[in-house]
């Protein structure tokens, strides 16, 4: 889901920058109102950014012969709001762009888009449909880490579409084409962050019971 | 709970590990190339006039010093993930072994001596 330095058009890139910059502001508040209003929950804060730190760094082969790596935001999303992540990721993407090469900067504004603000808001909004719908909190938890993961690069797909739309078959055509790239491939991507997020938050319930009670995260489930 | 947990791992695992052992499709250029670069190839290929406008401030000079960054990111998110689910799984044992009636039994025995 990277787009690589200086592959968006200035205009594009300048756009993208403006529409993620009041989710950071959002995200910066979330998090101070988060280490005011619950201290405790402060470490889990950072193990969540941990979190899609590690898998964010780990490229995984699909069964299209071609790499992707998971985000893993879908876990803050769910534990703290999705607003949070826009922060989180956006210091995960930001190494990537200094350290990695991968990424960078004029195109930060877009990546922060489509990793940080879109997969967690996806992720939180799948997450809260399960729980009212019902039925166990795995299967909501894995949809939510899935499918904002999914989220992440279909916007990587239409913000490259917007930018290069197809000479013949316009931008539908563009977005097909970079879907293609890019979703297909992630599919057993996303299947594995819903397991691996599943996995992390059965530990949170088994060993760390009293911060997700101090966030209200799914009260009453207990192992 | 364990055994569950064991069972998302090894999904995980076969999910991960399948693409290497099942026939790679068909007309790749380069198996298992990255999903980015591959969308940067179709920019290029369908925008020949394209240049990028902005270059890497800095760039890993070799695949070692990529893989070593890459491998540090993923160090230190497991670092600090595995360490807060050790600190909180040390806590809950401690609570549990202070509440733990037997326990109390063997520390009254042991004042008593």
Request: proline fraction near 7%.
């Given at each position: 889901m990277h787009i690589m330095e200086g592959f968006l058009p200035p205009v594009h890139a300048a756009v993208w920058g403006?529409?993620?910059?009041?989710?950071?502001?959002?995200?910066?508040?979330?998090?101070?109102?988060?280490?005011?209003?619950?201290?405790?929950?402060?470490?889990?804060?950072?193990?969540?950014g941990a979190f899609a730190f590690v898998l964010s760094a780990l490229k995984i082969p699909s069964v299209t012969g071609s790499c992707s790596h998971p985000t893993g935001t879908g876990l803050g999303a769910i534990l703290f709001g999705p607003a949070v992540m826009a922060v989180l990721g956006a210091i995960v993407l930001l190494?990537?762009?200094?350290?990695?090469?991968?990424?960078?900067?004029?195109?930060?504004?877009?990546?922060?888009?489509?990793?940080?603000?879109?997969?967690?808001?996806?992720?939180?909004?799948?997450?809260?449909?399960?729980?009212?719908?019902?039925?166990p909190l795995a299967l909501g938890v894995f949809l939510a880490a899935a499918l904002g993961n999914?989220?992440?690069?279909?916007?990587?797909?239409?913000?490259?579409?917007?930018?290069?739309?197809?000479?013949?078959?316009?931008?539908?055509?563009?977005?097909?084409?970079?879907?293609?790239?890019?979703?297909?491939?992630q599919i057993p991507l996303a299947i594995i962050e819903g397991l691996l997020?599943?996995?992390?938050?059965?530990?949170?319930?088994?060993?760390?019971?009293?911060?997700?009670?101090?966030?209200?995260?799914?009260?009453g489930v207990v192992r | 709970m364990k055994r569950t947990n064991l069972l998302l791992l090894a999904a995980v695992v076969v999910i991960a590990a399948l693409?290497?052992?099942?026939?790679?499709?068909?007309?790749?250029?380069?198996?298992?190339a990255g999903a980015d670069a591959q969308a940067q190839t179709a920019i290029t290929a369908a925008n020949p006039d394209y240049q990028p406008w902005f270059t890497p401030l800095w760039e890993p000079p070799s695949g070692e010093i990529e893989s070593l960054l890459f491998a540090l990111q993923a160090a230190l998110g497991a670092g600090l993930l595995g360490y807060y689910l050790g600190l909180r799984r040390g806590e809950s044992q401690r609570r549990k072994s202070d509440a733990d009636p037997a326990r109390l039994d063997a520390q009254a025995v042991d004042a008593r001596d």
């Open positions: 403006l529409a993620s910059l009041p989710f950071l502001v959002m995200g910066a508040r979330s998090v101070a109102r988060v280490t005011r209003e619950h201290p405790r929950a402060k470490l889990l804060l950072a193990s969540a190494f990537q762009a200094l350290l990695l090469a991968h990424g960078g900067l004029t195109t930060l504004g877009a990546n922060i888009f489509s990793m940080a603000i879109a997969g967690p808001w996806v992720a939180y909004g799948v997450f809260r449909l399960a729980r009212t719908l019902g039925g999914l989220a992440t690069y279909l916007v990587t797909s239409v913000q490259l579409a917007l930018a290069f739309p197809d000479p013949v078959s316009g931008f539908l055509g563009a977005v097909t084409k970079f879907g293609s790239v890019f979703a297909l491939t997020t599943v996995l992390v938050v059965n530990l949170l319930i088994q060993f760390s019971r009293d911060d997700l009670d101090e966030l209200a995260f799914a009260p | 693409p290497l052992i099942l026939p790679l499709p068909g007309g790749l250029a380069e198996p298992f």
